[in-house]
């Protein structure tokens, strides 16, 4: 039988491809955050369509994410018309690695 050692290695692949909506769950960012909807922070949506296609995007997010973000959102609120619970929001306890893959994943949300 072929099929068995392939079947396997789809199933170590997959396993090691990282979730990303599960990985937001167990940061907390949902407790701030919702994909579409207005809470604490702006929704990872809107966050989408203000970023896709700047050249900076990932780095922007990245930087956000591991460094924290204060103020940019009051008037980028204003712009989309949602509402933000916060001024800012503080540094997260993800790595640099992890932050690329949540930036990658927020701006795939806009299409
Ligand atoms: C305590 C509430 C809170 C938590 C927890 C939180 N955020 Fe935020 N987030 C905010 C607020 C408030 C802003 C708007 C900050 C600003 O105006 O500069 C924001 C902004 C952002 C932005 C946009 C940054 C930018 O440069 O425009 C991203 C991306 C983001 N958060 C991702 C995350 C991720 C990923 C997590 C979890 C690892 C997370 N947030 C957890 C409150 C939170």
Do not use: N
């Amino acid at each position: 039988m072929r099929i068995l050692p392939i079947a396997y290695l789809l199933i170590i692949a997959l396993s090691f491809a990282q979730d990303i909506p599960s990985l937001l769950k167990s940061k907390g960012c949902f407790s701030c955050h919702d994909v579409e909807k207005s809470k604490i922070g702006p929704p990872y949506k809107v966050v989408a369509r203000e970023y896709k296609g700047k050249p900076d995007a990932v780095k922007t997010l990245v930087q956000s994410i591991t460094g924290g973000s204060v103020g940019k959102w009051q008037g980028l609120a204003k712009k989309y018309g949602v509402r933000i619970g916060a001024f800012y929001m503080p540094r997260q306890p993800v790595s640099k690695e992890e932050a690329e893959k949540i930036a990658k994943w927020i701006l795939s949300l806009e299409k």
